[in-house]
């Protein structure tokens, strides 16, 4: 079946330091979507990439889906302490009705 | 507010007692499904479903119930928890099915002795 893997599962960082989560499929995606988990909190949407090659900015991050829509990116440039947390991606397959494949999840510690 | 709430948000419970996380969205949404989360394997549905009185399994069911009466709400029932469900829950819900948005609820924490 369809899995999502992403790394690094943790990763500390000074703040301003620039950071990036990286999202591998096992086949290709319709869509990734994009969520922010904050300690002690619910998954929160924070984007959806659908288009092969397509990059979104938020702010100070930048999502990039692969041109072979199996992989995906987040970036967050100068890091803040409100960015810590997990980040999850999650893809969706492209054949009949396809569940919702979440990755192991991404922790974010910003040091200040 | 648009919202999904849990209910309840944490429980401590023994092996075998039948227990019910209630799940309730007010956005008229047609998807809702269900994820346990746990250290290092990230979020793993358990059911969804597609609406009323469609529902189907995940990656997870084994041990967990669920049942899909009304469209606003999307009940997971555990008959006879034991130890190894210990976890984190999510109600999730979205307009588009998989292809959209997911609303996560704020998470039942349960801990099964």
């Known amino acids: 079946g369809q899995q999502v893997m992403q790394i690094p599962q943790y990763q500390h960082v000074q703040e301003g330091e620039d950071f990036t989560t990286y999202c591998n499929s096992s086949?290709?995606?319709?869509?990734i979507q994009w969520y922010k988990q904050r300690p002690g909190g619910h998954p929160v949407f924070l984007i959806q990439l659908v288009k092969s090659g397509e990059v979104k900015k938020q702010k100070r991050l930048t999502f990039q889906f692969g041109e072979a829509k199996k992989n995906s990116s987040l970036h967050i440039t100068a890091t803040q302490t409100t960015d810590v947390g997990t980040y999850f991606c999650?893809?969706?397959?492209?054949?009949?009705?396809?569940?919702?494949?979440f990755g192991t999840g991404t922790r974010l510690l910003v040091s200040p | 507010e648009a919202q999904v709430t849990q209910n309840p948000r944490y429980l401590i419970t023994v092996t075998g007692k039948k227990l019910t996380v209630t799940c309730s969205q007010n956005m008229n949404h047609e998807y809702m499904s269900w994820y346990r989360q746990d250290p290092g394997l990230g979020l793993r549905q358990i059911y969804y479903?597609?609406?009323?009185?469609?529902?189907d399994k995940g990656d997870v069911p084994e041990g967990y119930k669920v049942s899909r009466k009304e469209k606003r709400n999307f009940p997971l029932i555990l008959e006879s928890p034991s130890p190894n469900q210990t976890s984190l829950y999510f109600c999730?819900?979205?307009?588009?099915?998989?292809?959209?948005?997911?609303?996560f609820g704020p998470g039942t924490r349960l801990t099964v002795l």
């Open positions: 999730a819900s979205s307009t588009r099915g998989t292809g959209g948005r997911q609303f």
């Open positions: 999650a893809g969706k397959g492209t054949t009949g009705f396809q569940k919702l494949v």
């Open positions: 479903s597609m609406n009323v009185e469609v529902t």
């Open positions: 086949t290709t995606l319709s869509n």
